[in-house]
């Protein structure tokens, strides 16, 4: 309950209306005395000023807002992704580049028994990573591909008694492919062994092992030197053709 003091004694008394106190707040000035609510000449001089200054060095800086202001005298841009279609026949690839992809495609394969890391399952499935099947000469990794092996053998120490059947349904081109892959992913290559085993190669190797009619035994390829290679021409890797003479590799 408001005091005495607060109250409004004409109105308590109703000696005032209240359509006498709504007439003396309208004539109220509700503006700030110091004036009528407009702008003084010095703002709008001052606005102005910032406003051409603003526009002035934003003009000067932008080099008409062109991209060439964030691009250095010496810069080179990186070559777009190619996205295949027509541009993508004229960016030349290396030969070997090509080659390994097509074999880990292959290498697909393989993946349930020796992984995708190449490190097999311990116990079950030999590792391809330093493995001597896969270190050593292609002619014996060859022999594998194109017949398969019964266990037990050795792997890196490690005794596995599985079968790996033979791959000799695929192409030439193929099993050239995935070995080269796997030499080149996997292998500890001696110096200057490139890892590369090409389609010609296979092509000997399957008439070199064409009386072997059983998945090779342990005893077997360890009569097959560990540093022999296939035969065939070695390639350049740049472009497939073969160093020295011979005919080009085969592209299926």
Known sequence: MASEEQKNIDYEQGT????????????????????????GISVLV?????????????FST???????????????????PSLGGADAEGVAVAWIVD????????????????QASGLGIPGQFPPLVGSEWVDGGTARLGAILLHGINGPFKVAGQSYNQLMPAWNSLNDEKIAQVITYIRREF???PEGDDGVVTTDMMKAAREQFSG??????????????????LPG????????????GGEPVAEG
Not at 16 to 39: F, I, K, M
Request: proline share 7%.
């Open 233 to 244: 021409s070695k390639v350049d890797l740049e472009t497939g053709e073969p160093v020295g």
């Open 46 to 58: 001052a606005s102005a000023f910032i406003l051409i200054l603003g526009g002035g060095q934003l």
């Open 16 to 39: 005032v209306s209240a359509v006498e106190l709504h007439d003396s707040v309208r004539r109220e000035n509700p503006l700030h005395p110091g004036g009528e609510g407009t702008v």
């Open 187 to 189: 292998g500890s290559l």
């Open 212 to 229: 072997q009619a059983t998945p090779y035994t342990e005893a077997e390829l360890l009569a097959i030197p560990e540093s022999e290679n």
């Open 62 to 80: 932008s080099n008409g807002f062109r991209d060439s202001i964030y691009i250095s005298e010496n810069y080179q841009p990186t070559p777009k």
């Open 99 to 114: 080659w390994t992809k097509d074999g880990k495609k292959v290498y697909n394969n393989c993946i349930a028994c020796h």
